[in-house]
């Protein structure tokens, strides 16, 4: 007897495998864990305006690259320009034309998908800083004020919350009314800390808002400690930001750039919608040809055939349970499957009494068939094409009466069905209506509780979208092949070896 | 409480079927020797081969046109029995304890019509009771003359003697008596009554039917509890030597009491069932893993009847 052990580090890893395989589907590509889930989505369009000045344009215009936000889509109109999108780290639109003349409108429309991850992190600390150097009629008051908070603060980051209070307090001191008469709040709050040599950078930002029009990027600063750029609303005194902030730009260059036209300016206006959570992820997956491993790479009819045959392995890890820790017998091993399967098609009380109704009449020509004396195959043939003409004649009936349930038994399998029929037959010749009864009523409840595991809309949306949840299953039918233990029924059976100890 | 919990099961050491599949006939029985009980035509000729009786063969039916010629091959025979080579769980086994001008009839006096011999012997064929609905041949063979010490212990059948061999020793053993429930039928699950046997004397110790412990045969009221197997050692020794026969180290072994040719092997069984347990009112799992516990060199079939003997004596529980 060799050892188990291989067997069980293989299990472990096919579960591991599988469940890893789930979570990053779920975590990486955004796929719901549930079926229905919903997201917000933002459609953002951005209107470039400038007047045109008879000589060659060129426009240079920052795009989001904002890890809180998915891009899920993005186009541009601008009819007669010529556009080209880097997609370095610094996300640009460019565009251009020989000449242009009059006022101009150039679009660039996004969709953004909230991620959730708000932390901008960069592993790679910034140069340092060049200090800043305060005109001479600031430098005192300015120096002044800096000296006093450097002094009550310990970190990059206590220093900048401690200015951004100072700059907000409302009882300023004569230095800082000083400093904010010459200077924007913000930019004053950028020269304080770089005056210090701390790493910040000047930031845009858009907050959206359903249904706004005509909105304008804010600034903010951008305070960098121990791997992330902190951010520092300060008109708002503000430290840290929500997800209704799209940064739209924050490498430290500038949102908008027109060459060869004036009085140029970016307007902005957005809408909130909400769509399937799957639908979304599924979007993403296209514009990023992340498609690896998904069903949904393949054409739509392919999908809801796969959609069908990844069932199986769910029916098939019941019928597993169902014998071999709880021992029930059916008759035929995976016929209560396919069952099943047929169930899905015409719904569980129907396929019941269409199963039921079939199974019967197939009884009873099987019962003549068998005074003929035919052989094997041909009574099976002849029973397969009675099932079909069975099966035309319900569908026809239910037609006639209008009932529209009855015309999906066209989904029983005929052969399987034949082969239910003949063995129920010989049983009953052989043990009598009891056992056909038992065997029957066995498949029968073992094709219901498959047909309610794989009805279940969960079930439908896990063995479809998360592929790793089939070695998972793959895992449990391998570990319970090596179970020894009584089944449930056993425990009845051999009740009298304990009964009378 | 109609269930017994788990452990008390366990520590009856009963054996169970998913046990039973994976740690004996899983480890024991190697696939390539399972054609030699699978198919009864080459246990018969291998138990011929080692000096084992079986009851004899009056012919075999391998292709649909020749089943005519059963009426001919069974010609002067007082019964026989038609069954299929590859069959499983007594199924298809066609019982004729009566020929009367060519006419035939079951144990229970029904008449059998050529019809009805025909279609049975054709379904054989098509493999309609092999394993796997594979294509079949028919056996056709001379009745057992049974034994009369049996009469009244079982009703219109051949009451057989079921031995559970593991590695060559035989383990736990049973007495099958067909009912009329059972249709002259020796299988537990159709409703025969199973007797549990002592290993050292052959006597009854427990009997059962439909799993539910009884003391008289239903039809016949013959007490079951002084039942005692004659040809006891001989059984014993035909059962242990088929272990050598076939190779298989957990084998159920069944057998037959003729008149005048004294024990018979019928069939041999690669996946022997669990219900000799309920028979015996004993859990088989002791005995099995005494056996696996056995170091030493390998034991003659004389030994290991002898040290089973010894070591699966037992008391009866009536």
Redesign the interface.
């Given at each position: 007897?060799h050892s188990r052990k291989p067997f069980y580090i293989f299990v472990i890893l096919l579960f591991i495998a599988g469940i890893g395989a789930s979570i990053y589907r779920g975590i990486e590509h955004s796929v719901p864990f549930l079926p229905g889930e919903q997201v917000q989505s933002w459609a953002i369009d951005a209107k470039i305006s400038f007047n045109g000045t008879n000589n060659p344009a060129e426009i240079h215009f920052a795009l989001p690259n904002d890890p809180a936000f998915d891009i899920l889509v993005e186009n541009t109109t601008s009819p007669g320009y010529g556009l080209t999108i880097s997609d370095d780290v610094n996300r640009k639109a460019v565009w251009s034309k020989r000449e242009t003349s009059g006022p101009q409108s150039l679009f660039y429309r996004v969709t953004l998908v909230p991620t959730g991850n708000l932390d901008i992190k960069d592993d790679i600390e910034p140069a340092d800083t060049e200090l800043y150097q305060w005109p001479v009629t600031e430098q005192a008051a300015a120096e002044q004020i800096v000296g006093e908070v450097w002094e009550r603060s310990a970190t990059n980051l206590s220093f900048a919350k401690q200015l951004m209070q100072l700059l907000n307090d409302d009882n300023q001191s004569q230095n800082m009314a000083l400093l904010l008469s010459t200077n924007s709040a913000t930019n004053l709050f950028l020269h304080m800390l770089h005056s210090k040599g701390v790493p910040a950078r000047k930031v845009s930002g858009l907050l959206l808002e359903d249904q706004r029009r005509r909105q304008q990027l804010s600034s903010y600063i951008q305070v960098y400690q121990d791997g992330v750029w902190h951010l520092f609303d300060i008109h708002n005194n503000k430290q840290g930001r929500d997800n209704k902030l799209v940064l739209w730009e924050y490498a430290g260059g500038s949102v908008l750039d027109v060459m060869g036209g004036t009085n140029s300016q970016v307007n902005f206006s957005m809408l909130q919608d909400t769509r399937s959570a799957l639908a979304t992820s599924i979007d993403m997956m296209m514009t990023e040809d992340a498609l690896d491993f998904s069903l949904y790479q393949l054409p739509l009819e392919e999908q809801s055939l796969f959609k069908g045959i990844l069932l199986i392995p769910i029916g098939v890890l019941v019928v597993v349970f169902l014998r071999?820790i709880v021992?029930i017998k059916t008759s035929g091993t995976f016929m209560p499957v396919l069952i099943a399967m047929a169930f899905i098609q015409t719904t569980l009380i129907t396929g019941l009494i269409g199963f039921l109704l079939i199974v019967a009449f197939g009884l009873m020509i099987r019962s003549y068939l068998?005074t003929l004396?035919l052989?094997?195959?041909s009574r099976i043939s002849a029973v397969i094409i009675v099932v079909i003409f069975i099966i035309g004649l319900f569908t026809l009936i239910s037609f006639k009466l209008g009932l529209s349930e009855g015309l999906t038994v066209t989904f029983f399998p005929m052969i399987i069905l034949a082969w239910t029929i003949e063995r129920m037959s010989?049983l009953w010749e052989?043990?009598g209506p009891k056992k056909v009864f038992v065997a029957g009523g066995g498949s029968l409840f073992v094709a219901t509780i498959a047909y309610l595991a794989m009805s279940n809309s969960i079930v439908q949306h896990w063995v479809f979208n998360f592929l790793g949840i089939h070695l998972v299953i793959l895992a449990t039918v391998l570990v319970m092949g090596?179970?020894?233990?009584?089944?449930l029924t056993?425990?009845?059976?051999?009740?009298?070896?304990?009964?009378?100890? | 409480m109609n269930y017994a919990w788990p452990w008390e099961l366990s520590r009856a050491g009963v054996l169970n079927m998913n046990k039973r599949n994976i740690s004996y006939i899983g480890r024991y029985n190697q696939r390539k020797f399972y054609k030699r009980v699978d198919d009864k035509l080459i246990t018969k000729e291998l138990a011929l081969a080692n000096n084992i009786a079986v009851p004899d063969l009056i012919g075999v039916v391998k292709e649909q046109h020749t089943i005519e010629e059963i009426p001919a091959m069974v010609e002067g025979r007082s019964g026989f029995v038609i069954k299929p080579a590859k069959g499983s769980g007594g199924k298809g086994i066609m019982v004729i304890t009566k020929v009367d001008n060519g006419r035939y009839y079951k144990p229970s006096g029904d008449e059998v019509t050529h019809n009805e011999i025909y279609r049975h012997v054709s379904n054989t064929l098509s493999g309609l009771f092999s394993l796997g609905g594979k294509p079949d041949v028919a056996i056709v063979e001379g009745l057992i003359e049974f034994d009369p010490v049996f009469d009244g212990v079982s009703y219109e059948g051949v009451p057989d003697i079921r031995l559970i061999v593991f590695k060559g020793f035989p383990i736990m053993g049973m007495l099958r008596c067909s009912t009329a429930a059972s249709d002259g039928k020796a299988n537990l699950h159709q409703g025969a009554v199973g007797v549990g046997l002592d290993i050292a004397t052959g006597k009854s110790l427990h009997a059962v039917q439909f799993d539910v412990p009884v003391d008289k045969h239903p039809d016949t009221h013959f007490p079951l509890s002084n039942i005692a197997v004659p040809h006891w050692e001989t059984l014993l020794h035909t059962a242990s030597s088929a272990y050598e026969m076939c190779e298989l180290g957990y084998l159920g072994t069944d057998m037959v009491l003729d008149k005048k040719r004294g024990p018979l092997l019928l069939e041999l069984n690669a996946r022997p069932g669990l219900t000799i347990q309920i028979a015996n009112g004993k859990g088989i799992l002791p005995r099995l893993k005494h056996v696996e516990s056995l170091k030493g060199p390998t034991m003659s079939v004389e030994e290991r009847v002898a040290y089973a003997k010894k070591h699966f004596c037992d008391k009866p529980l009536f």
């Amino acid at each position: 007897m060799h050892s188990r052990k291989p067997f069980y580090i293989f299990v472990i890893l096919l579960f591991i495998a599988g469940i890893g395989a789930s979570i990053y589907r779920g975590i990486e590509h955004s796929v719901p864990f549930l079926p229905g889930e919903q997201v917000q989505s933002w459609a953002i369009d951005a209107k470039i305006s400038f007047n045109g000045t008879n000589n060659p344009a060129e426009i240079h215009f920052a795009l989001p690259n904002d890890p809180a936000f998915d891009i899920l889509v993005e186009n541009t109109t601008s009819p007669g320009y010529g556009l080209t999108i880097s997609d370095d780290v610094n996300r640009k639109a460019v565009w251009s034309k020989r000449e242009t003349s009059g006022p101009q409108s150039l679009f660039y429309r996004v969709t953004l998908v909230p991620t959730g991850n708000l932390d901008i992190k960069d592993d790679i600390e910034p140069a340092d800083t060049e200090l800043y150097q305060w005109p001479v009629t600031e430098q005192a008051a300015a120096e002044q004020i800096v000296g006093e908070v450097w002094e009550r603060s310990a970190t990059n980051l206590s220093f900048a919350k401690q200015l951004m209070q100072l700059l907000n307090d409302d009882n300023q001191s004569q230095n800082m009314a000083l400093l904010l008469s010459t200077n924007s709040a913000t930019n004053l709050f950028l020269h304080m800390l770089h005056s210090k040599g701390v790493p910040a950078r000047k930031v845009s930002g858009l907050l959206l808002e359903d249904q706004r029009r005509r909105q304008q990027l804010s600034s903010y600063i951008q305070v960098y400690q121990d791997g992330v750029w902190h951010l520092f609303d300060i008109h708002n005194n503000k430290q840290g930001r929500d997800n209704k902030l799209v940064l739209w730009e924050y490498a430290g260059g500038s949102v908008l750039d027109v060459m060869g036209g004036t009085n140029s300016q970016v307007n902005f206006s957005m809408l909130q919608d909400t769509r399937s959570a799957l639908a979304t992820s599924i979007d993403m997956m296209m514009t990023e040809d992340a498609l690896d491993f998904s069903l949904y790479q393949l054409p739509l009819e392919e999908q809801s055939l796969f959609k069908g045959i990844l069932l199986i392995p769910i029916g098939v890890l019941v019928v597993v349970f169902l014998r071999v820790i709880v021992g029930i017998k059916t008759s035929g091993t995976f016929m209560p499957v396919l069952i099943a399967m047929a169930f899905i098609q015409t719904t569980l009380i129907t396929g019941l009494i269409g199963f039921l109704l079939i199974v019967a009449f197939g009884l009873m020509i099987r019962s003549y068939l068998s005074t003929l004396n035919l052989l094997l195959i041909s009574r099976i043939s002849a029973v397969i094409i009675v099932v079909i003409f069975i099966i035309g004649l319900f569908t026809l009936i239910s037609f006639k009466l209008g009932l529209s349930e009855g015309l999906t038994v066209t989904f029983f399998p005929m052969i399987i069905l034949a082969w239910t029929i003949e063995r129920m037959s010989i049983l009953w010749e052989e043990e009598g209506p009891k056992k056909v009864f038992v065997a029957g009523g066995g498949s029968l409840f073992v094709a219901t509780i498959a047909y309610l595991a794989m009805s279940n809309s969960i079930v439908q949306h896990w063995v479809f979208n998360f592929l790793g949840i089939h070695l998972v299953i793959l895992a449990t039918v391998l570990v319970m092949g090596q179970y020894t233990g009584y089944r449930l029924t056993e425990l009845k059976r051999f009740k009298p070896l304990v009964g009378e100890k | 409480m109609n269930y017994a919990w788990p452990w008390e099961l366990s520590r009856a050491g009963v054996l169970n079927m998913n046990k039973r599949n994976i740690s004996y006939i899983g480890r024991y029985n190697q696939r390539k020797f399972y054609k030699r009980v699978d198919d009864k035509l080459i246990t018969k000729e291998l138990a011929l081969a080692n000096n084992i009786a079986v009851p004899d063969l009056i012919g075999v039916v391998k292709e649909q046109h020749t089943i005519e010629e059963i009426p001919a091959m069974v010609e002067g025979r007082s019964g026989f029995v038609i069954k299929p080579a590859k069959g499983s769980g007594g199924k298809g086994i066609m019982v004729i304890t009566k020929v009367d001008n060519g006419r035939y009839y079951k144990p229970s006096g029904d008449e059998v019509t050529h019809n009805e011999i025909y279609r049975h012997v054709s379904n054989t064929l098509s493999g309609l009771f092999s394993l796997g609905g594979k294509p079949d041949v028919a056996i056709v063979e001379g009745l057992i003359e049974f034994d009369p010490v049996f009469d009244g212990v079982s009703y219109e059948g051949v009451p057989d003697i079921r031995l559970i061999v593991f590695k060559g020793f035989p383990i736990m053993g049973m007495l099958r008596c067909s009912t009329a429930a059972s249709d002259g039928k020796a299988n537990l699950h159709q409703g025969a009554v199973g007797v549990g046997l002592d290993i050292a004397t052959g006597k009854s110790l427990h009997a059962v039917q439909f799993d539910v412990p009884v003391d008289k045969h239903p039809d016949t009221h013959f007490p079951l509890s002084n039942i005692a197997v004659p040809h006891w050692e001989t059984l014993l020794h035909t059962a242990s030597s088929a272990y050598e026969m076939c190779e298989l180290g957990y084998l159920g072994t069944d057998m037959v009491l003729d008149k005048k040719r004294g024990p018979l092997l019928l069939e041999l069984n690669a996946r022997p069932g669990l219900t000799i347990q309920i028979a015996n009112g004993k859990g088989i799992l002791p005995r099995l893993k005494h056996v696996e516990s056995l170091k030493g060199p390998t034991m003659s079939v004389e030994e290991r009847v002898a040290y089973a003997k010894k070591h699966f004596c037992d008391k009866p529980l009536f």
